[in-house]
Nanobody
Framework: QVQLVESGGGLVQAGGSLRLSCAASGSTSDIIAMAWYRQAPGNERDLVATISSGGSTRYTESVKGRFTISRDNAKNTLYLQMQSLKPEDTAVYYC?????????????WGQGTQVTVSS
């Protein structure tokens, strides 16, 4: 099993920066890809960025050039560095970890952390 604990959310002004963290515990050696999702009230949960076990990254178009996803495998921690924040970035941000299990891949979710960007 994998447990994910997120931190770093809060209130920030437009144009500011924020860094989210997601600490993984449990069977961390089995984790392959990790990702950040976000969900605004009344909206669907959308993929923000992904990072593979090898460090390859992908971003949704709206955050490309502003957000950076990274992972520290030694600390079992996932990060999302957010810059040039906009009010439309306001959402609950969730981290995920894909665990390699004998029958396939199991996706674990964090509890979510609120990010609010004021204009």
């Amino acid at each position: 099993q994998v447990q994910l604990v997120e931190s770093g959310g809060g209130l920030v002004q437009a144009g500011g920066s924020l860094r989210l963290s997601c600490a993984a515990s449990g069977s961390t050696s089995d984790i392959i890809a990790m990702a950040w999702y976000r969900q605004a009230p009344g909206n669907e949960r959308d993929l923000v960025a992904t990072i593979s076990s090898g460090g390859s990254t992908r971003y949704t178009e709206s955050v490309k050039g502003r957000f950076t996803i990274s992972r520290d495998n030694a600390k079992n921690t996932l990060y999302l560095q957010m810059q040039s924040l906009k009010p439309e970035d306001t959402a609950v941000y969730y981290c995920t970890a894909d665990q390699d299990v004998p029958y396939g891949t199991r996706r674990h979710w964090g509890q979510g952390t609120q990010v609010t960007v004021s204009s």
